[in-house]
């Protein structure tokens, strides 16, 4: 016997997967570049980006953090 099974995509909403809005708390001029601390105004995560150089996009220097 076969249980017809519709195939339903249940996402797992307490998984957040929203896309983080970040928002530039505070920046710091270093000699690597422009360290950048950000948070997301949504869920609160927090990250560090630097900016080598300003021509360039800002590079993720750690993954989210927060427990
Ligand atoms: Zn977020």
């Known amino acids: ?3 017809s099974s519709t195939e339903n995509s249940t996402l797992s ?3 957040q ?3 983080h809005a ?3 708390e505070s920046a710091h001029r270093t000699s690597d570049g422009t360290v950048l601390y950000v948070r997301c105004g ?3 995560t927090r ?3 630097i ?3 300003t021509d360039m ?3 993720a220097v750690s993954t989210t953090l927060g427990d």
């Open 51 to 53: 900016a080598a150089h």
């Open 57 to 59: 996009p800002p590079t």
């Open 13 to 15: 909403p307490t998984l």
């Open 22 to 24: 970040w928002l530039t």
């Open 47 to 49: 990250r560090v980006d």
């Open 17 to 19: 997967t929203h896309e």
């Open 1 to 3: 016997m076969h249980t």
């Open 42 to 44: 949504e869920c609160g």
